[in-house]
């Protein structure tokens, strides 16, 4: 059967998180007098969001521990003296701001475009659901997806079946006529394929571990050779 249903991550995928954050950060640091070079921050804090987000994702820790353990862990690390009031100050300036930094994976309006007449569009994020739509509204894309599956309406997190299986029953698609198209070999690739869901990997970066087994692609404009 052939493919009728597209299904994307939004963050790392088309979403440029990384470059978002990096903005959003900026602008709380600025505004509440914290003095450090913001990209001596980040190289600490980048890797300590994704060790959280992995405990998270695996239900080891609360939504509430990741936002506040991967600010404090990452002043920590740099040596900053910091009251645990400003650190849940800025973990909530975090989330009311980064929905509107809105930078897209280049080539993503343009190959969104090209499968929109073809295919039916969603989203499964594990990203929190509060923000996930600011952000697709924001960046102009919403618009494009029929389905937006978050694992917070789930109560699981992807690389869960739960989720896979609760987002083809939305989108009244099947595994046979369906594909998953994200950056985490675990969460997005290895999660749907679990399910015998078809998969490809985005490989945007040297570090992303990649299986050769496995069709990735380095740019989003790739998906026209398979799409």
């Known amino acids: 059967m052939k493919i009728e249903h597209v299904f994307f991550d939004l963050d790392h995928t088309l979403w440029d998180f990384e470059k978002n954050s990096a903005l959003t950060f900026k602008k709380i640091f600025k505004e509440n007098d ?30 509430e521990v990741l936002r506040y353990e991967r600010l404090k862990s990452a002043f920590d690390a740099v040596n900053y003296t910091i009251e645990d009031n400003l650190i849940n100050k800025i973990a909530d300036a975090y989330i009311d701001n980064l929905s509107n930094f809105n930078h897209l994976f280049e080539g993503t ?23 996930q739509s600011k952000k697709m509204k924001n ?15 789930v109560g699981v997190k992807k690389p869960n079946p739960k989720v896979f299986n609760y987002a083809l029953e939305v989108a009244n698609a099947k595994t046979n006529n369906a594909i998953m198209i994200g950056d985490s070999l675990e969460a997005d690739i290895k999660g749907a394929m679990n399910i015998g869901l078809k998969a490809i990997h985005c490989v945007f970066d040297n570090f992303t571990p990649t299986d050769k087994n496995i069709t990735s ?3 989003l404009l790739q998906l026209k050779q398979y799409l």
Do not use: C, M, Q
């Not at 990209?39 to 239900?59: A, G, H, S």
């Not at 090209?114 to 499964?124: E, V």
């Open 34 to 63: 914290i003095d450090i070079p913001i990209e001596d921050f980040l190289k600490i804090y980048v890797p300590l969001n994704l060790k959280y987000w992995r405990l998270y994702r695996d239900e080891k820790i609360t939504k």
């Open 109 to 131: 309006i343009e190959i969104l475009e090209y499968l929109k007449p073809k295919y039916t569009l969603h989203i499964i994020t594990n990203g929190f659901a509060e923000i």
């Open 139 to 153: 960046s102009k894309i919403d618009h494009y997806f029929k389905a937006v599956i978050t694992s917070e309406s």
């Open 217 to 219: 692609i380095n740019s």
